[in-house]
């Protein structure tokens, strides 16, 4: 069964410390992969999208990582900001099979 | 440019009733794609249209249909509601078809549809 599966499902961290969120996947064959950031109350932010063929990818502070191999994928936030503060959605697309699988998110809690 | 418009931000509705939310894409947007977002099923690809057609369809009954129009904008009707049909309802546009390909997806800020 395709999944995806993020941890850790929540975190909390200290302003201006770096935090690092996990995608596992079993999607198979694999398309893309993209992290989305969602503030609470509004529609999710595309952060960073990777092909299978793509190893890492950068948005402002935020680094994503994919290993095509493991089948896995992670997101680095750099100095955090209390705008950090929100869900932060893994989705895999699987080629050829039209379907988008989800994870469940992890909730990130940036503290001054 | 103005971003991608849902409405109406708020419904309330009860069981067995019928409703039809509507999204405005960005403009020069072909691709829409619709979701639900419930606390405990997270986010669910419901379905995605390009070009007035239905390209692809996630795991959702029949009583969720979609259509589009020619501006690209597009409408989500849910017949014969259910509780279990509460929940954030987002809809997202890009240039192509972005399921599959690279192109960045623009969410709305969603409808939250109520049902009692």
């Known amino acids: 069964k395709n999944q995806v599966e993020q941890s850790p499902q929540s975190l909390i961290i200290l302003e201006g410390k770096n935090c690092t969120l996990q995608c596992n996947y079993t999607v198979s064959p694999f398309s893309n992969l993209r992290w989305y950031k969602q503030d609470t109350g509004r529609g999710p932010v595309s952060l960073t999208i990777m092909t299978f063929s793509e190893n890492t990818k950068s948005n402002g502070r935020y680094t994503a990582t994919l290993d095509a191999d493991t089948k896995q994928s992670s997101l680095h936030i750099t100095a955090s900001q209390l705008s950090d503060s929100a869900s932060y959605i893994c989705?895999?697309?699987?080629?050829?099979?039209?379907?988008?699988?989800f994870g469940q998110g992890t909730t990130l809690q940036v503290k001054p | 440019k103005a971003g991608v418009t849902q409405t109406p931000r708020y419904l309330i509705k009860t069981r067995g009733q019928q409703v039809t939310l509507s999204c405005s894409p960005i403009?020069?947007?072909?691709?829409v794609s619709w979701y639900q977002q419930t606390p405990g099923q997270g986010l669910q690809f419901l379905f995605e249209?390009?070009?007035?057609?239905?390209?692809n369809k996630g795991n959702f009954p029949g009583r969720f249909s979609g259509r589009q129009f020619s501006n690209s904008r597009s409408e989500m009707n849910v017949s014969t509601l259910e509780l279990g049909d509460s929940a954030l309802y987002l809809c997202a546009s890009s240039l192509d078809a972005s399921a599959w390909g690279t192109d960045t997806q623009y969410f709305g800020p969603g409808t939250r549809l109520t049902v009692l």
């Open positions: 989705v895999v697309s699987g080629r050829n099979t039209g379907k988008l699988i």
């Open positions: 249209y390009f070009s007035e057609t239905q390209r």
């Open positions: 403009s020069g947007h072909r691709s």
